[in-house]
Every structure is written in C-alpha cells, then in structure tokens.
C-alpha cells in the first residue's frame, strides 16, 4: 500500500515533536485530552488515526477478530506464551553470572560453543549445571504470574 506523500511527511515529523506538542497534536486528531503515556506510544496512536483516516480503519470483521483473540488470551492459565519459531541464523543471547552466552539456530537444532545440540534445554543445563527450561532461559517463553487482589 502506498502512503501519500503528505500522509509520508505528516508521519516523519511525529518523530521530532516533543512530549507537548504530541500531546497537543494528539487532541487534535482525537478530539480528547491525550492519555498519561509515553511520547513513543502517544506518536504511535496519532500516526494510526491519521494512517486510519487516510486508509480507511479495520473492517468490523477484523475488528470482532481481534476482540475474538484478546478474550482468548485473557483466558490463559499463566502458562507460558512461546515466541514464534525460530529461524535459521538467529542469534540467541543469554548473560549468566557475568558472562555472555551465544547460540545460533541452526535448520536441525542449535550450535553453543563450537557444539551443536538438539535443544535448547540442553544448553540451558550446560550454562547453569542446572535443570532449567532452555526456552525460558533464553527468553523465548513468558510467565504472567498473576496474584489475587484482595479488598
């Protein structure tokens, strides 16, 4: 999709304004009080409402969808979330106490020290001496740990 040219300069300078000025480009656009967030997230909402009126917004199928997705995940258990899978090439870094670990993704399993391995739960036991899940170790699964909120 191409963007217009003005659309293309309008988003470019989103990038040099300061907090003030977002906010004040941002009642403009929305016609509301900008929210208390982050320069990065508020130049994000006003480059998608100006995106939106130049392009059109999502379709109502899309939009149910989404709202579909985010009731599901609102579900979760608390197990973890894996990341996509990883691609051939990819560089995985981990520090452990004071030292930088590598593994690279390998198309049949992962190299670590001049080594290669099926897993990475091999390599997360090798660096620790210790069982630990290699996914969690090097990043690739999330734990919300949610507690009870009592009165």
Do not use: C
Not at 54 to 70: M, V
Not at 96 to 121: I, N, P
């Amino acid at each position: 999709m191409v963007i217009p040219n003005s659309l293309s300069l309008e988003l470019g300078r989103l990038a040099t304004m300061k907090p003030a000025e977002l906010r004040s480009r941002w009642r403009e656009v929305y016609r509301n009080v900008a929210p208390d967030i982050g320069p990065d997230l508020l130049r994000r909402g006003i480059a998608y409402r100006l995106q939106e009126r130049g392009q059109g917004s999502l379709t109502s199928s899309t939009r149910r969808d989404i709202e579909r997705q985010i009731k599901r995940l609102g579900k979760d258990d608390g197990g973890g979330v894996i990341a996509p899978s990883l691609k051939p090439g990819t560089r995985l870094v981990r520090s452990w106490r004071g030292k930088m670990h590598q593994v690279l993704v390998l198309d049949d399993g992962f190299e670590f020290d001049g080594r290669r391995y099926a897993s990475l739960t091999q390599i997360a036991g090798d660096i620790t001496g210790a069982h630990w899940s290699g996914p969690r170790f090097f990043g690739l699964v999330t734990r919300e740990r949610r507690r009870a909120v009592g009165p």
